[in-house]
């Protein structure tokens, strides 16, 4: 398959498994990325088919429980060809005027920053959502030596072999990227219900855990999030809140349909997660007093 002429010297890492309907659009957005990376989990679909058709090199990932998780461990075990690294998931895309930003970052020999934040915007039932969930800042863009994904628990979180929420921390400081990414996270309702049972699997183990350092992380916005999420975790009526944040405060009435029905599902979100950190709780005095 052929790709961009001008190469950006920037190795492209993309972990995945069972990727098929969205690797190619991924690709395709950043095919002029020098050198591309698709950590794969045994894909049963053609992902590994789809990687090598437009070039990447194709590493699969064996996981055996515990840390590090796929991303720490793509940091620490490719060979990178290049010094920038640009981390993205199958269902997001980056839009062409991120080729000639990124250019200049990388080829910059006197590049002040060590890593780059990217805004990313969501896509749900096919339609982005301008106010729900935006802005949303993520550091994808880092000297790959520099930076490594936190490590939040020791605990099994029953989320899978993907980090899910911990954010990388890079060594030096950071900027932001004027680009906006696209997130096609959420084609169907199956799809997030699917997602967030997982996702609230990693809530639950955190909120009955004892992790409390945010000061690593550089953006402050993500930091005011993370301390406001400790905050929230001890507030009653938590999934009318969250409700309340997304459809209201965030202005989510203002994305239509989708906008209230990706606010309700992240009530239904809220609750799982609230529940299963009690069974949590429940269970361990449980195993506590059984040793009495």
Not at 60 to 85: D, H, I, M, T
């Given at each position: 398959?052929?790709?961009?002429?001008?190469?950006?010297?920037?190795?492209?890492?993309?972990?995945?498994?069972?990727?098929?309907t969205?690797?190619?659009?991924?690709?395709?957005?950043?095919?002029?990325?020098?050198e591309?990376?698709?950590?794969?989990?045994q894909?049963?679909?053609?992902?590994?088919?789809?990687?090598?058709?437009?070039?990447?090199?194709?590493?699969?990932?064996?996981?055996?429980?515990?840390?590090?998780?796929?991303?720490?461990?793509?940091?620490?075990?490719?060979?990178?060809?290049?010094?920038?690294?640009?981390?993205?998931?199958?269902?997001e895309?980056?839009?062409?005027?991120?080729?000639?930003?990124?250019?200049?970052?990388?080829?910059?020999?006197?590049?002040?920053?060590?890593?780059y934040?990217i805004?990313?915007?969501?896509f749900?039932?096919g339609?982005?959502?301008?106010?729900?969930?935006?802005?949303?800042?993520?550091?994808?863009?880092?000297?790959?030596?520099?930076?490594?994904?936190?490590?939040?628990?020791?605990?099994?979180?029953?989320s899978?072999?993907?980090?899910?929420?911990?954010?990388?921390?890079?060594?030096?400081?950071?900027?932001?990227?004027?680009?906006?990414?696209?997130?096609?996270?959420?084609?169907?309702?199956?799809?997030?219900?699917?997602?967030?049972?997982?996702y609230?699997?990693?809530e639950?183990?955190?909120?009955?855990?004892?992790?409390?350092?945010?000061?690593?992380?550089?953006h402050?916005?993500?930091?005011?999030?993370?301390r406001l999420?400790?905050?929230?975790r001890?507030?009653?009526?938590?999934?009318?809140?969250?409700?309340?944040?997304?459809?209201?405060?965030?202005?989510?009435?203002?994305?239509?349909?989708?906008?209230y029905?990706?606010?309700?599902l992240?009530?239904?979100?809220?609750?799982?997660?609230?529940?299963?950190a009690?069974?949590?709780?429940?269970?361990?005095?449980?195993?506590?007093?059984?040793?009495?």
């Amino acid at each position: 398959m052929k790709r961009s002429c001008e190469k950006i010297f920037v190795s492209l890492m993309i972990p995945c498994k069972n990727e098929e309907t969205n690797l190619e659009r991924c690709i395709k957005s950043v095919d002029w990325a020098d050198e591309i990376f698709v950590v794969d989990s045994q894909s049963s679909d053609k992902t590994p088919e789809i990687a090598q058709k437009y070039g990447a090199k194709v590493i699969q990932f064996r996981y055996q429980g515990g840390w590090p998780k796929k991303k720490n461990w793509a940091l620490e075990n490719l060979p990178f060809s290049n010094e920038w690294v640009l981390i993205l998931d199958a269902d997001e895309c980056l839009p062409p005027e991120s080729k000639d930003e990124i250019k200049e970052i990388v080829s910059n020999p006197n590049e002040k920053h060590s890593g780059y934040w990217i805004n990313r915007r969501y896509f749900f039932l096919g339609k982005p959502l301008k106010h729900a969930y935006f802005p949303n800042w993520n550091l994808r863009l880092f000297k790959h030596k520099l930076g490594r994904y936190e490590k939040i628990t020791d605990l099994s979180t029953g989320s899978g072999d993907n980090e899910v929420h911990e954010h990388v921390v890079v060594q030096g400081s950071t900027g932001k990227l004027k680009s906006i990414m696209d997130h096609h996270a959420f084609p169907t309702i199956d799809s997030f219900v699917e997602k967030h049972n997982r996702y609230s699997n990693w809530e639950a183990v955190v909120e009955s855990s004892s992790y409390d350092d945010e000061s690593a992380l550089q953006h402050d916005k993500v930091k005011g999030k993370r301390r406001l999420r400790k905050i929230f975790r001890k507030l009653p009526f938590r999934p009318t809140l969250r409700f309340m944040y997304v459809y209201l405060w965030q202005m989510g009435f203002l994305d239509g349909w989708s906008g209230y029905v990706f606010a309700r599902l992240h009530a239904q979100y809220e609750f799982l997660s609230m529940t299963k950190a009690k069974a949590l709780a429940i269970k361990g005095i449980e195993s506590w007093k059984s040793t009495r």
